[in-house]
């Protein structure tokens, strides 16, 4: 465990701590390690008092840290602080981002292009079945999908994503406690898939109410976009699309039938702005000139495309490097319009073609 992680964990036990004055902290000194290293007397008094406690008592604070570190080793959990170079570049650009990310599994996930999926929880069976479709295919392009592991669109957005790619879960709970118990199973099947689970709160801490909502600006935080596939106007998904369009994110929504209240939510979405969605196109329109400007933003490099697939490879010989539609296409590969669009989606996510207002035009 590294110097900085260490002193991340004695910061956030002292007395007095709280994330807003963890930020500070962060945001003052650019690590906790210099923050405690840092003379009492030359903090702000909500800072300095901390620190002079750990003057007091450095030794036991010490303790304190090293028993913390000890836990989290023995239950394989990765901390990563706000100052930490792995922290997830688009999570820090929010407002109020954890000061402390816990993480089972594959910590590298998090600064993948993500797309949030959300929803209700007790979803009919036609919205269970586009999240799991919505889902598959954005993995299977390349997308990390993340949901929040509650019962209805979020599990189902999970168990798409496991078909085809990998998934993020992002707990109201310590990694450590899955809820509701009932995604016990689901939650060790992403674990086993390469994916992650999240959370701001450490070890131990139990399900309450009001920590699902402030998990929220997380799932949000985290991706490019959040798309709701079903959700009532007073709906804890509606608190996520609005913190993503808070977040600067693209908010994408499925419109049902004006006689259903489980899609009122999302109509109200679409009428303050968000992308009315109905075919994964509408996804990667929105989504495909961000994918390799958010990847450059967030300072990584994007890995070379695997090679395409059967139906894939068949539309990419018959596209040029000049721009065609897809009735074009079509003809040329003698697909029908839904797989062919799905094929175009899938190429353009994992970077061999541009979308251009719905002309496509192959670029590798």
Same mark, same amino acid.
């Given at each position: 465990?590294?110097?900085?992680?260490?002193?991340?964990?004695?910061?956030?036990?002292?007395?007095?701590?709280?994330?807003?004055?963890?930020?500070? +902290? /962060?945001? @003052?000194? &650019? *690590?906790? !390690?210099?923050? #405690?290293?840092?003379?009492?007397?030359?903090?702000? %008094?909500? $800072?300095?008092?901390?620190?002079?406690?750990?003057?007091?008592?450095?030794?036991?604070?010490?303790?304190?840290?090293?028993? +913390? /570190?000890? @836990?989290? &080793? *023995?239950? !394989?959990?990765? #901390?990563?602080?706000?100052?930490?170079?792995?922290? %997830?570049? $688009?999570?820090?650009?929010?407002?109020?981002?954890?000061?402390?990310?816990?993480?089972?599994?594959?910590?590298?996930?998090?600064?993948?292009?993500?797309? &949030?999926?959300?929803?209700?929880?007790?979803?009919?069976?036609?919205?269970?079945?586009?999240?799991?479709?919505?889902?598959?295919?954005?993995?299977?392009?390349?997308?990390?999908?993340?949901?929040?592991?509650?019962?209805?669109?979020?599990?189902?957005?999970?168990?798409?994503?496991?078909?085809?790619?990998?998934?993020?879960?992002?707990?109201?709970?310590?990694?450590?406690?899955?809820?509701?118990?009932?995604?016990?199973?689901?939650?060790?099947?992403?674990?086993?898939?390469?994916?992650?689970?999240?959370?701001?709160?450490?070890?131990?801490?139990?399900?309450?109410?009001?920590?699902?909502?402030?998990?929220?600006?997380?799932?949000?935080?985290?991706?490019?976009?959040?798309?709701?596939?079903?959700?009532?106007?007073?709906?804890?998904?509606?608190?996520?699309?609005?913190?993503?369009?808070?977040?600067?994110?693209?908010?994408?929504?499925?419109?049902?039938?004006?006689?259903?209240?489980?899609?009122?939510?999302?109509?109200?979405?679409?009428?303050?702005?968000?992308?009315?969605?109905?075919?994964?196109?509408?996804?990667?329109?929105?989504?495909?000139?961000?994918?390799?400007?958010?990847?450059?933003?967030?300072?990584?490099?994007?890995?070379?495309?695997?090679?395409?697939?059967?139906?894939?490879?068949?539309?990419?010989?018959?596209?040029?490097?000049?721009?065609?539609?897809?009735?074009?296409?079509?003809?040329?590969?003698?697909?029908?319009?839904?797989?062919?669009?799905?094929?175009?989606?899938?190429?353009?996510?994992?970077?061999?073609?541009?979308?251009?207002?719905?002309?496509?035009?192959?670029?590798?």
């Amino acid at each position: 465990m590294s110097a900085e992680i260490r002193a991340a964990l004695l910061v956030s036990a002292l007395p007095g701590m709280t994330p807003a004055l963890m930020r500070q +902290a /962060a945001g @003052r000194f &650019a *690590s906790f !390690a210099a923050y #405690l290293a840092a003379t009492p007397g030359d903090c702000p %008094p909500p $800072l300095d008092e901390p620190l002079r406690h750990y003057r007091r008592q450095r030794a036991s604070c010490e303790r304190g840290a090293d028993v +913390a /570190a000890a @836990r989290l &080793a *023995s239950l !394989a959990i990765d #901390l990563l602080p706000l100052s930490d170079t792995r922290y %997830p570049a $688009l999570l820090r650009e929010i407002d109020r981002p954890p000061p402390l990310l816990y993480v089972r599994g594959a910590v590298d996930l998090l600064s993948l292009p993500q797309l &949030a999926i959300v929803g209700s929880r007790r979803a009919s069976r036609g919205a269970l079945e586009d999240a799991r479709a919505f889902a598959a295919q954005l993995a299977g392009g390349g997308l990390v999908i993340t949901s929040g592991l509650a019962l209805g669109i979020d599990g189902a957005a999970h168990r798409g994503a496991l078909a085809t790619g990998r998934t993020i879960a992002v707990l109201g709970t310590g990694v450590d406690v899955v809820y509701p118990r009932q995604h016990a199973g689901l939650a060790a099947e992403i674990l086993a898939a390469g994916g992650a689970l999240v959370s701001e709160f450490p070890p131990g801490f139990p399900v309450r109410r009001e920590s699902f909502p402030q998990r929220n600006r997380i799932i949000s935080g985290l991706a490019m976009g959040v798309l709701v596939v079903e959700a009532a106007v007073k709906s804890g998904s509606l608190i996520t699309a609005r913190l993503a369009m808070e977040q600067g994110r693209e908010v994408f929504a499925i419109p049902g039938s004006v006689h259903n209240p489980q899609v009122r939510g999302c109509h109200q979405l679409i009428r303050e702005g968000a992308t009315l969605t109905e075919t994964l196109d509408d996804v990667i329109t929105q989504l495909g000139g961000m994918l390799a400007y958010k990847a450059e933003e967030a300072g990584l490099r994007r890995a070379p495309p695997p090679a395409p697939a059967a139906d894939e490879a068949r539309v990419l010989a018959a596209l040029g490097f000049d721009p065609l539609d897809p009735d074009t296409l079509a003809e040329r590969t003698g697909m029908a319009i839904p797989g062919l669009l799905a094929a175009l989606a899938t190429l353009e996510l994992q970077g061999w073609v541009d979308n251009l207002g719905g002309l496509y035009m192959r670029v590798r």
